[in-house]
T-cell receptor, first 118, second 115 residues
Framework: GAVVSQHPSRVICKSGTSVKIECRSL??????MFWYRQFPKQSLMLMAT?????????EQGVEKDKFLINHASLTLSTLTVTSAHPEDSSFYIC??????????????FGSGTRLTVV | AQSVTQLDSQVPVFEEAPVELRCNYS??????LFWYVQYPNQGLQLLLK??????LVKGINGFEAEFNKSQTSFHLRKPSVHISDTAEYFC?????????????FGAGTRLAVHP
């Protein structure tokens, strides 16, 4: 079945530095990828939707200059948290939409990245 | 726009007992409905989804859900739970028509199965 690989699974960084998170679709092409943020014991909040070769569409309230999303190929999307601060600490999860099954609601999730900013 | 309400934040249940996790949705367009399970520090695993056709949907691990359009509900059920079912469960909705069809999640229900 469809597999999405997300790296790293955990990252600790110093305040003020930038962190890049990768999301790869391993066995399918994903023209659309989604990035979510999840605070402890809370639901997944959609941050942005990225389409291959296009600028990402950000949800209201998400700072596009802080959370840079690049979707340069059909199998890779990256989320870069720039100038990270402790309040950016969270669990970030990507999801890729399977282009083959998109008509039947195919979404595959990565395993998530736990970001801790110290 | 769509929204999802999961009516119970926590559901405690004893092993081998039946369980129902409730989900209601709101949408101005036709929708697809999903249930996902999340184990600690992991991503989401799809349990089942309703796209069209039969309103009773069977998923993995013995779970099933019933789509009720008139009540805008999509409750998840399992006749006999196991300790290993302890996890967070999310109901999600996406619109059928349009571009990216982003998934919108409910707040989640924590299922705690006790021996």
């Amino acid at each position: 079945g469809a597999v999405v690989s997300q790296h790293p699974s955990r990252v600790i960084c110093k305040s003020g530095t930038s962190v890049k998170i990768e999301c790869r679709s391993l066995d399918f092409q994903a023209t659309t990828m989604f990035w979510y943020r999840q605070f402890p014991k809370q639901s997944l909040m959609l941050m942005a939707t990225s389409n291959e070769g296009s600028k990402a569409t950000y949800e209201q309230g998400v700072e596009k200059d802080k959370f840079l999303i690049n979707h340069a190929s059909l199998t890779l999307s990256t989320l870069t948290v720039t100038s990270a601060h402790p309040e950016d600490s969270s669990f970030y999860i990507c999801s890729a939409r399977d282009t083959v099954t998109r008509a039947v609601g195919g979404y595959t999730f990565g395993s998530g990245t736990r970001l801790t900013v110290v | 726009a769509q929204s999802v309400t999961q009516l119970d934040s926590q559901v405690p249940v004893f092993e081998e007992a039946p369980v129902e996790l409730r989900c209601n949705y709101s949408s101005s367009v036709s929708v697809y409905l999903f249930w996902y399970v999340q184990y600690p520090n992991q991503g989401l695993q799809l349990l089942l989804k309703y796209l069209s056709g039969s309103t009773l949907v069977k998923g993995i691990n013995g779970f099933e859900a019933e789509f009720n359009k008139s009540q805008t509900s999509f409750h998840l059920r399992k006749p006999s739970v196991h300790i290993s079912d302890t996890a967070e469960y999310f109901c999600a909705v996406s619109g059928i028509s349009g571009g990216y069809n982003k998934l919108i999640f409910g707040a989640g229900t924590r299922l705690a199965v006790h021996p």
